[in-house]
Nanobody
Framework: VQLQASGGGLVQPGGSLRLSCATSGFSFTYYGIGWFRQAPGKEREGISC????????YYLDSVEGRFTASRDNAKNTAYLQMDSLKPEDTAVYYC??????????????????????WGQGTLVTVSS
């Protein structure tokens, strides 16, 4: 099982980046794909999850409207388009595979323990 996040880098405030999560070794089309980030000195937080059924995505309030998750099942790859980036978005970003629906009823999966497979992260630095 492999998940590899890529696409990070240095960007100015207000800029954009597109992260990719290339996967192999498991049934990508079955799993929801979560995106997490860990800022320096902070805990890892779940920021988005895109389900496997119809591509509906869920977002942390602080990124909703700026970040857009998507997936290409033919390529076993997920994406996170990040626009209007802010310095507080600086973090290492990770992708992970978990529940197909990304939620159970009104409870949305955002904790690390709720995801089965993880990849290495990619660093995003937002700075002028």
């Amino acid at each position: 099982v492999q998940l590899q996040a890529s696409g990070g880098g240095l960007v100015q405030p207000g800029g954009s980046l597109r992260l990719s999560c290339a996967t192999s070794g498991f049934s990508f089309t079955y799993y929801g794909i979560g995106w997490f980030r860990q800022a320096p000195g902070k805990e890892r937080e779940g920021i988005s999850c895109i389900n496997s059924k119809d591509g509906t995505a869920y977002y942390l309030d602080s990124v909703e409207g700026r970040f857009t998750a998507s997936r290409d099942n033919a390529k076993n790859t997920a994406y996170l388009q990040m626009d209007s980036l802010k310095p507080e978005d600086t973090a290492v970003y990770y992708c992970a595979a978990g529940s197909p629906a990304c939620h159970s009823g009104s409870y949305y999966y955002t904790r690390e323990i709720e995801f089965d497979y993880w990849g290495q992260g990619t660093l995003v630095t937002v700075s002028s």
